[in-house]
T-cell receptor, first 115, second 112 residues
């Protein structure tokens, strides 16, 4: 079965640089979520999109922005990177259809290292 | 927001042993999921279980929604079961779907 695809899998950036993370949800899933997991921590919700519109916002810094495109893929844009942004970034997708309403499936993550 | 507490925080088992992991949550939920995060960082879906009992091989889970807790049972543990087990919940809301709030996880180490 198709899974959530994220790219790149690993990214190394310098402080104050920008980064763009991409997410391709499971086909026919209408909701995308972004989470950030710092070292030794649990995943924290950043932002979500339902049918290409922003639907919810968590602890996302103002330096970050995201959008969902007409083909349902999503991008997380991160500017003025700081050392503390080093983390594993997950994208998850879900659907309102089927028996398991809003069951979220996670991609493999993008490991961002800021030097 | 909703609070999710997992216990124990750390667990060391010998191969073949059984274990029970607990997740308590502070409010009613639409969705409760258990995940296994393997040493490579991948979050693997184990169960979608907002209520009731499910079994999948050596793993089973029970959620008692009225008492706001869920249990994950691992039987005949194997070294490949090592990793962090997360419980995550979506709080009940009037409309729309919400993100998951994760517990702090149980770090399991299975020794040969």
């Amino acid at each position: 079965a198709a899974g959530v695809i994220q790219s790149p899998r690993h990214l190394i950036k310098e402080k104050r640089e920008t980064a763009t993370l991409k997410c391709y949800p499971i086909p026919r899933h209408d909701t995308v979520y972004w989470y950030q997991q710092g070292p030794g921590q649990d995943p924290q919700f950043l932002i979500s999109f339902y049918e290409k519109m922003q639907s919810d916002k968590g602890s996302i810094p103002d330096r970050f922005s995201a959008q969902q495109f007409s083909d349902y893929h999503s991008e997380l844009n991160m500017s003025s990177l700081e050392l503390g942004d080093s983390a594993l970034y997950f994208c998850a997708s879900s659907s309102g259809a089927g028996d398991n309403y809003n069951e979220q499936f996670f991609g493999p993550g993008t490991r961002l290292t800021v030097l | 927001g909703i609070q999710v507490e997992q216990s124990p925080p750390d667990l060391i088992l010998q191969e073949g042993a059984n274990s029970t992991l607990r997740c308590n949550f502070s409010d009613s939920v639409n969705n409760l999921q258990w995940f296994h995060q393997n040493p490579w960082g991948q979050l693997i879906n184990l169960f979608y279980i907002p209520s009731g009992t499910k079994q999948n091989g050596r793993l089973s889970a029970t959620t008692v929604a009225t008492e706001r807790y869920s249990l994950l049972y691992i039987s005949s543990s194997q070294t490949t079961d090592s990793g962090v087990y997360f419980c995550a919940v979506e709080p009940s809301m009037d409309t729309g779907r919400r993100a998951l709030t994760f517990g702090s996880g149980t770090r399991l180490q299975v020794q040969p």
